[in-house]
């Protein structure tokens, strides 16, 4: 039986320092001369589901519930889930778990269709102003939330994860992984005079578990 390999569309430019193998994705854990942030993290071994429904608020995927106002988004156990129309909500797994996704003809499975990033540290929302026009900061809007709309010119997932003091925060992008490598060489390049480095899986996790304990204070 042959082993089915699944290869990340992002190519970060830094040299991997810890690898693992999971679920057949090759996983970099860290890479060399991370720094102090800002990071850029490819998520894209994460699964990610869509689902459509037109009774979508009966559904309740995993045991969890489907905001109901569109563009609001939740986040239990390591699962975010977006609202992304009256029909259409989005999942995605932000733990290293690799969950069995429901039967139903309302799932579609996205992860090896599209690129996921991470964008989190100090300075987050200084880089992502030359690269939008969308308000991450909003006031008026409670994180996290999501955006759809045209990041870097592409059409994008966008969800604020975290906003804190001087920038800092942290970001989460979803596109066709088509635009992968247009979309790293954009962010790395708004990124340069900030700092921005490549980071592995760890420097996320360690970034949402630091957000976690601040926020239980």
């Known amino acids: 039986m042959t082993n089915l390999i699944r290869r990340s569309p992002a190519r970060l430019p830094?040299?991997?320092?810890?690898?693992?193998n999971r679920n057949n994705?090759?996983?970099?854990?860290?890479y060399d001369n991370e720094g102090q942030g800002p990071y850029l993290v490819d998520l894209s071994h994460?699964?990610?589901?869509?689902?459509?429904?037109?009774?979508?608020?009966?559904?309740?995927?995993?045991?969890?519930?489907?905001?109901?106002?569109i563009g609001s988004c939740s986040l239990k156990?390591?699962?975010?889930?977006?609202?992304?129309?009256?029909?259409?909500?989005?999942?995605?797994?932000?733990?290293?778990?690799?969950?069995?996704?429901?039967?139903?003809?309302?799932?579609?499975?996205?992860?090896?269709?599209t690129v996921f990033l991470a964008l989190c540290g100090p300075d987050t929302f200084s880089i992502t102003e030359k690269?939008?026009?969308?308000?991450?900061?909003?006031?008026?809007?409670?994180a996290p939330f999501l955006f759809q709309g045209p990041f870097s010119h592409v059409p994008c997932q966008i969800v604020t994860l975290e906003r804190g003091p001087d920038q800092s925060g942290g970001i989460l992008l979803t596109c066709s992984r088509g635009y992968a490598?247009?979309?790293?060489?954009?962010?790395?390049?708004?990124?340069?005079?900030?700092?921005?480095r490549p980071a592995g899986e760890m420097r996320f996790m360690n970034w949402m578990t630091g957000q976690a304990l601040a926020s239980s204070r």
């Open 14 to 20: 830094a040299t991997p320092v810890t690898v693992e």
């Open 25 to 30: 994705w090759t996983v970099v854990l860290s």
């Open 46 to 69: 994460h699964p990610r589901w869509d689902i459509q429904d037109s009774q979508l608020d009966a559904i309740g995927p995993l045991e969890l519930s489907i905001p109901e106002t």
């Open 77 to 113: 156990n390591g699962i975010l889930i977006n609202r992304m129309n009256r029909t259409q909500a989005a999942i995605w797994h932000l733990n290293t778990e690799t969950p069995h996704m429901p039967d139903g003809p309302c799932y579609t499975d996205v992860t090896d269709s």
């Open 131 to 142: 690269l939008t026009s969308l308000d991450f900061l909003d006031p008026a809007k409670d």
């Open 181 to 196: 490598n247009s979309m790293i060489h954009a962010i790395t390049d708004a990124g340069s005079a900030f700092g921005l």
